[in-house]
Nanobody, 125 residues
Framework: QVQLVESGGGLVQAGGSLRLSCAASGLGFSNYAVAWFRQGPGNEREFVASINWSGEATDYAELVKGRFTISRDNTKRTVDLQMNSLKSDDTAVYYC??????????????????WGQGTQVTVSS
């Protein structure tokens, strides 16, 4: 069973950058796709980005496309989210989640489960 721990959140000014990391423990990390989701104040949890097991396929929400980059290192069992050109609307708790399967494409956004505890990102305007 894979367990996830997010880190890297903090307070940043609009236009700045942050790099989030999702660290996995347990066996079989490379068998899973990983996604980042976020939940802002008063909002439902929404999809941000995902990456397949090999790192060769990615998916991004339109709101973050061109600003955020997801990557993974299976030897270190981490998935990172580089966030640039941050906006106040990016303020949220960011979570990572997994979906099983070694597929060439990224799993559907609704397939992701097993959330971590989240890391807070606050963007000041």
């Amino acid at each position: 069973q894979v367990q996830l721990v997010e880190s890297g959140g903090g307070l940043v000014q609009a236009g700045g950058s942050l790099r989030l990391s999702c660290a996995a423990s347990g066996l079989g990390f490379s068998n899973y796709a990983v996604a980042w989701f976020r939940q802002g104040p008063g909002n439902e949890r929404e999809f941000v980005a995902s990456i397949n097991w090999s790192g060769e396929a990615t998916d991004y929400a339109e709101l973050v496309k061109g600003r955020f980059t997801i990557s993974r290192d299976n030897t270190k069992r981490t998935v990172d989210l580089q966030m640039n050109s941050l906006k106040s609307d990016d303020t949220a708790v960011y979570y990572c989640a997994i979906a099983g399967g070694r597929t060439p494409q990224v799993p559907p956004r609704t397939a992701f489960r097993s959330w971590g505890q989240g890391t807070q990102v606050t963007v000041s305007s």
